[in-house]
């Protein structure tokens, strides 16, 4: 079964920085796309973070410059660097695949969304 592990969440203080990471285990064929969603209590999940198998990458307006978002296609990894990081950052952030693709007998190549179980992240002094 495919399963999608994070690490890397804690505490930390205002200015400084974590980085999160993302493996995705199975029999995975390829992924299209792999993101970082966050979710603050009271609010909905937005997109933090996204980047395609191009390499392309799209970020949040509220975390341009400060947030770096790569992936280790062989490993089927995904990290996020957060610097200079700000109180509104704090959230539980998730791990997304999107298009993910595994090989199932007599159905053939098949995508699917998976989602992390999500780790905590609290900026405070």
């Known amino acids: 079964q495919v399963q999608l592990v994070e690490s890397g969440g804690g505490l930390v203080q205002p200015g400084g920085s974590l980085r999160l990471s993302c493996a995705a285990s199975?029999?995975?064929?390829?992924?299209?796309?792999m993101g970082w969603y966050r979710q603050a209590p009271g609010k909905q999940r937005d997109l933090v973070a996204r980047i395609w198998l191009s390499g392309t990458t799209n970020y949040a307006d509220s975390v341009k410059g400060r947030f770096t978002i790569s992936r280790d296609n062989a490993k089927n990894t995904v990290y996020l660097q957060m610097n200079s990081l700000k109180f509104e950052d704090t959230a539980v952030y998730y791990c997304?695949?999107?298009?993910?693709?595994?090989?199932?007998?007599?159905?053939?190549?098949?995508?699917?969304?998976?989602w992390g179980q999500g780790t905590q992240v609290t900026v405070s002094s």
């Open positions: 199975g029999s995975i064929l390829s992924i299209n796309a």
């Open positions: 997304n695949a999107e298009g993910l693709i595994t090989y199932i007998s007599g159905r053939g190549y098949v995508p699917n969304d998976y």
